[in-house]
């Protein structure tokens, strides 16, 4: 014989005749529980019956992965039933999960063991007691899955020049939540520098409008959530103009002078051959 499956027609049987005369009250003492990637957690809940626990024909609690999308299913992860004290493990969860319960003192944690990011969802524990249903019977909390921000990349888009409009760059490839980013200046003495008012600074992105020698400095950008924090760095130097135009000037001189040395060594040489 089936004791799980008798102990569920014993509740259909006692819902289709029995109008519930207690108030049960399941709690769960937070709404949101944030742990890091990997850590093996417990999801406490509690319960209280309005009747006599030691006289309840039986207890079942259930712990169930709640859908956050539409179209999507609930996910069972596991049942106690009581006083058999069988449990049963959905496939997904099998190795992974399992149940601190003291019926008597009514306890009910779920216990968790390296959790990943496919466990941010909302859990819920339920606990059903023949004759006790018009209470709460059910109470939820979400767990956030922490994971820390990658190192971020940073970099320059755009060529650095005088006068030009540029935007610096910086992202991590993952962490949860999502990373917030934040960018500082330091001048050649390592002592930081106000933001100018018109540059721009989000979601990583830095924008320098019109830069100028002032623009120059080192640059590091913070990825950070509730976690911890990850830094890169640039260094942004610019030329004077004037150098340039110097440096292009000698260039164009050099030139200049080579081709007119050609020009006299191919007159002299016509004017040789011609005498």
Not at 44 to 51: E, Y
Not at 169 to 185: E, F, I, L, Q, V
Request: charged share 15%; hydrophobic share 40%; proline share 6%.
């Amino acid at each position: 014989m089936n004791t799980t499956m008798d102990i569920r027609s014993f509740f259909q049987r006692k819902n289709s005749v029995l109008t519930g005369v207690g108030a049960i009250d399941v709690t769960m003492p937070q709404s949101q529980y944030e742990f890091a990637r990997g850590d093996n957690i417990t999801l406490p809940c509690s319960f209280k019956s309005a009747i006599n626990i030691n006289t309840a024909e039986a207890v079942v609690i259930t712990w169930t992965a709640l859908a956050l999308e539409a179209n999507v299913k609930d996910t069972p992860i596991i049942t106690y039933y009581y006083p058999i004290k069988k449990t049963s493990i959905t496939p997904p969860y099998k190795g992974r999960v399992s149940l601190d319960v003291d019926v008597l003192n009514g306890k009910a944690n779920l216990k968790l063991s390296s959790i990943s990011l496919a466990d941010n969802k909302e859990f819920e524990c339920h606990v059903q007691i023949p004759d006790d249903e018009d209470g709460n019977q059910a109470a939820s909390a979400r767990l956030v899955v922490l994971v820390a921000p990658s190192t971020p990349v940073c970099k320059i888009q755009r060529t650095a020049q005088y006068g030009q409009d540029i935007t610096l760059t910086c992202a991590s490839a993952g962490g949860s939540p999502m990373p917030t980013y934040s960018w500082k200046r330091y001048c050649e003495h390592n002592q930081p520098v106000p933001q100018d008012p018109q540059i721009t600074d989000k979601d990583g992105i830095l924008s320098l409008y019109n830069i100028s020698k002032d623009t120059s400095g080192f640059y590091i950008c913070t990825s950070q959530n509730q976690l911890r924090a990850a830094t890169c760095n640039l260094t942004l130097s610019l030329m004077p103009p004037s150098v340039n135009a110097i440096t292009t000037g000698g260039i164009i001189g050099r030139v200049l002078a080579y081709l007119i040395f050609l020009i006299i060594i191919i007159i002299i040489f016509f004017f040789c051959q011609n005498k």
